[in-house]
């Protein structure tokens, strides 16, 4: 049962932290800015796994797997890369005992050593598209570490890919971030803004990189997950070739793609209240739990051969029936409550009696949530129950956005904007406006969204003519 659990509104970084260790989802591990992700945790993690893994198969990705350690070299072939990364980086020097000759880095990401791959492998159009995805762990040294949200060693899941022209590979950076959109949207109900990355918030390596924003709860963005068109910059840099079907050699064009496990901490952020967390039902571990409710023998035999029975009624969903007895049924609730279980079935003497069940909703405490379902229209009442339910976690999410969302014309109205959510601001695309907006709010551009107003605007941070809107707002 949850101890004490902060309020949101009080403060959310606490609330957050609280949350995921009372819910079980992860702890902290020896090592500072590494994690422990429990069953809970991993579970979750699964569902979110195998949704996306479904998707990328239907889209023609094939998984594979490629090493942990990079020798130093390969990230120093790629100047804006290595660059980029250089701050993050975990380098062994000795191994078996021995300095090894060249130093070698824990992968931060792949694009490296996966080109080098690719060099070897591709030798003709015939040979593309490589269509491939790595589910990994990879490390990033991480100075202010928070459960899911940053941490020095993570779960992800890095797509890469190389084709024979740049509107293969375009078109394939764009189509994986509908990927990206339509899982999250449709599996975990966050809603996202699809859009494009500025100059300097992209990918180092990229010519463009793609990126899904949410609102978290307490109005910061979370980069959900990134999508980029990498060009031929690292095709150059590690010679990836392949013959044309004239016969000259022509270098291939390349992307790379990634979710990770601080995904997880937008479900957490985006859904949970203070009575702890609230899982979609798509990818919750357990969807519904069964608490048979009894005040003696007799009545717990009664109950619990009508608890059974729902459970295995409900086969069909993942289901856990909590026959605890040592535990009263107030301790139950509150448990299952933190953890976030959607659905909880509630059988009394007098349920069982009436030949029916109630059915409490997460997402709508107190009675308000509650429903008496006849034990004959159970099945069919919790497959429906479950929808409601992650349709109306999608739709409160929405207009928590939209009411945390603000369009300022003027710089002031800006600043005031990014305190509270997002601001959606006409942008000149200068890098020296978005540094006053960072040096002033700590506020970036998190995105320059598709979906674009027709007609033109002012910048509003320094009056001139913008060449489109952007999302403006604080962010993990």
């Excluded at 000759?101 to 591709?122: C, D, F, N, Q």
């Excluded at 800006?414 to 978005?434: I, P, T, Y």
Aim: glycine letters at 8%; aromatic letters at 10%; one cysteine or more.
């Amino acid at each position: 049962m949850a101890k004490g659990l902060t309020p949101r509104s009080e403060d959310f970084s606490a609330w957050y932290n609280e949350v995921v260790q009372q819910a079980e989802l992860a702890d902290h591990a020896p090592v500072r800015g590494c994690m422990v992700i429990r069953p809970y945790g991993y579970a979750l993690w699964e569902n979110v796994r195998s949704a996306l893994d479904q998707r990328f198969r239907d889209t023609g990705h094939e998984n594979a797997y490629f090493p942990l350690f990079i020798p130093q070299s390969f990230l120093a072939k790629e100047a804006e890369h290595v660059e980029g990364f250089s701050p993050e980086l975990a380098v062994v020097t000795i191994g078996g005992g021995k300095e090894l000759e060249e130093p070698l880095i824990v992968r931060p990401t792949s694009e490296t050593v996966i080109g080098h791959m690719y060099a070897k492998w591709i030798q003709s159009y015939r040979d593309l598209p490589v269509l491939i995805n790595q589910w990994a762990n990879v490390v990033r040294w991480e100075l202010r570490p928070r459960l899911f949200l940053r941490t020095t060693e993570f779960l992800w899941q890095e797509g890469h890919t190389a084709h024979a022209t740049r509107e293969e590979a375009e078109e394939e950076a764009r189509r994986m971030l509908e990927v990206y959109a339509d899982f999250a949207e449709n599996e975990a109900a966050v809603p996202v803004i699809k859009g494009r990355k500025s100059e300097g918030e992209k990918f180092p390596g990229a010519i463009i990189s793609y990126t899904i924003e949410a609102m978290m709860g307490d109005g910061r963005a979370l980069q959900s997950a990134t999508s980029h068109d990498l060009g031929q910059n690292f095709a150059r840099a590690f010679d990836i070739t392949y013959q044309d079907a004239e016969g000259g050699v022509q270098h291939c064009w390349t992307t790379s793609w990634g979710m990770s496990t601080r995904f997880i901490g937008a479900i957490v952020m985006v859904h949970g209240d203070d009575n702890g967390l609230i899982m979609p039902p798509r990818l919750a571990p357990c969807q519904v739990v069964i608490v048979p409710i009894w005040r003696n023998d007799d009545e717990k035999a009664l109950v619990m051969a009508a608890a059974s029975n729902a459970r295995d009624v409900l086969g069909e969903f993942r289901v856990k029936l909590d026959d605890r007895d040592q535990l009263t049924p107030g301790f139950k609730f509150n448990h299952w409550e933190l953890k976030g279980v959607p659905l909880r079935v509630e059988i009394g003497p007098r349920d069982v009696r009436n030949q029916q069940v109630v059915l409490a909703r997460r997402d709508r405490p107190g009675r308000e949530g509650k429903t008496d379902v006849p034990l004959g229209g159970l099945r069919d009442g919790v497959g429906k129950m479950l929808g409601a339910i992650q349709g109306a976690l999608f739709e409160r999410a929405v207009a928590f956005r939209e009411e945390h969302t603000t369009q300022p014309e003027s710089y002031d109205e800006l600043r005031a904007a990014v305190a509270r959510g997002f601001a959606l601001a006409w942008w000149c695309d200068s890098a020296d406006c978005e540094a006053r907006v960072k040096a002033d709010t700590t506020a970036t551009v998190r995105c320059i969204p598709q979906a674009q107003p027709e007609g033109q605007g002012t910048c509003a941070i320094c009056g001139r003519a913008a060449t489109g809107k952007a999302v403006f707002a604080r962010g993990y």
